[in-house]
Structure formats: C-alpha cells, structure tokens
C-alpha cells in the first residue's frame, strides 16, 4: 500500500467550477498536511497547510479527516489559472528525531474556457 | 534575490559520467533536501541534511553522495550516472531543525538526461 495516495487525474472542469481532491495516508502517526501546488515543469510551492480544525484561503479549503486519515482540498469558481497539479505532502516522524515528508503523485486539474 | 537556487538547469551527459548539481539557499533555513521527480512525476525524497547533519538518507544508490559545506550549501553528486538517473532533481529548504513540520521552499529544479 502507497503511503501517500491521490487520484491522479486529470481532472476536467469549466470555469466557475467547483472541485475537491481527495489524498490519503496510511501512517496514523502522521503529524503534519500540506497541499502545494506544481506547474508544468516548475518547482513545487506550497499551497495551504492543513488544521485538523479546516482552512479556508479564499476559493480553498482545506480538511483534515484524522479518523479517516485522508485531506481534501476544495477550490470553489475555478479560474483558468488554477489549472496545475496539486500535491499532497504528510510528514511523518522519522529515527533520530527527524520528520520524513512524503509526497502523493499529484492530481492534474485542468480548467477550460 | 532568488530564495532557493540550483546550478546547473539542464544537464545531459552519457552514461558512466560523475557529475555534481550544486544548490544553495539564502533564506537562512536550517534544513535543506534533496528529492529526485521521475518521468510519471513522482517527487521523491532522498536526502535531507539539517545544519549540516545528514537527517535523512533514503534508500538511494551510494553512487548518490550529498555534502553540505555550510547550512546554506547542499550538493549531490552522482557516480557513474545511468540511463535510470535521468529525471528532474529539486533541492528544497525548511526553516525548523530537523525538517520539523513546516513549509518547504523548492529549487527551479536540474532537468539530468543520460543518454
């Protein structure tokens, strides 16, 4: 079993759309979510953090669904400029006292006139 | 002032070569990364190095050697480079000690073609 999953897409919406992505972990001891976004062939960026409590960045949202261990992110009136691919990345504790972040594969959106 | 710097962009170069990507940050974070993205866009974690420390060492061929200098300096270099090798490598930082939960700031990334 994948530690980090996403459905990779490509998701295909208009404009004006909304749309939620689903990412689940499988370490339960998972301490912290991300959400970052990546350009074809650019760099990753971050996104949104994830709270257990949710959050909101204008059209994104954010949740944490512990029990079920899985986040999701939903972008409300999609814009043509939202069209990338949207990364999951769940840090887990590592020996040492280190954290070990894990990336999904990705989820491509693609947003049309 | 770029945050989060790579050299070099693009590198091809054929098989059984040594070759070296260098990155450097200036944003005065304590932990630095490397991660290799293969062709089906998988961004992997391979080495992450906290103040100079290796922290983190994946299952990556020893042909993969990183060296930090200093806390601003990761580099990786790469024996005897195979076709497999060839993907895009980003170098990342983080402020926390540790690569502590928080936000990570990525290279343009190394586009390694072997031929």
């Known amino acids: 079993r994948k530690e980090v999953e996403q459905d990779p897409g490509p998701f295909n919406v208009p404009e004006g759309a909304t749309v939620a992505f689903n990412c689940t972990y499988s370490n339960s001891a998972s301490q912290s979510f991300f959400w970052y976004r990546q350009d074809c062939r650019k760099e990753p960026k971050l996104l949104m953090s994830v709270y257990s409590s949710g959050n909101e960045d204008g059209r994104f949202t954010a949740q944490l669904n512990r029990a079920s261990q899985y986040i999701s992110l939903l972008i409300r009136d999609s814009k043509l400029s939202d069209s990338a691919t949207y990364l999951c990345?769940?840090?887990?504790?590592?020996?040492?006292?280190?954290?070990?972040?894990?990336f999904g594969r990705g989820t491509s959106l693609i947003v049309h006139p | 002032d770029t945050a989060v710097s790579q050299t070099p962009k693009y590198l091809v170069t054929q098989m059984g070569n040594d070759k070296s990507i260098k990155c450097e940050q200036n944003?005065?974070?304590?932990?630095m990364y490397w991660y290799k993205q293969d062709s089906k866009k998988f961004l992997k974690i391979m080495f992450s190095y906290n103040n100079k420390e290796l922290i983190i060492n994946e299952t990556v061929p020893n042909r993969f050697s990183p060296k930090s200098p200093d806390k601003a300096h990761l580099n990786l270099h790469i024996n005897s480079l195979e076709l497999g090798d060839s993907a895009v490598y980003f170098c990342a930082s983080s402020p926390g000690g540790y690569g502590l939960a928080d936000t990570q700031y990525f290279g343009p990334g190394t586009r390694l073609t072997v031929l």
């Open positions: 990345v769940v840090i887990s504790s590592a020996s040492g006292g280190s954290y070990i972040p894990t």
């Open positions: 944003l005065g974070h304590d932990t």
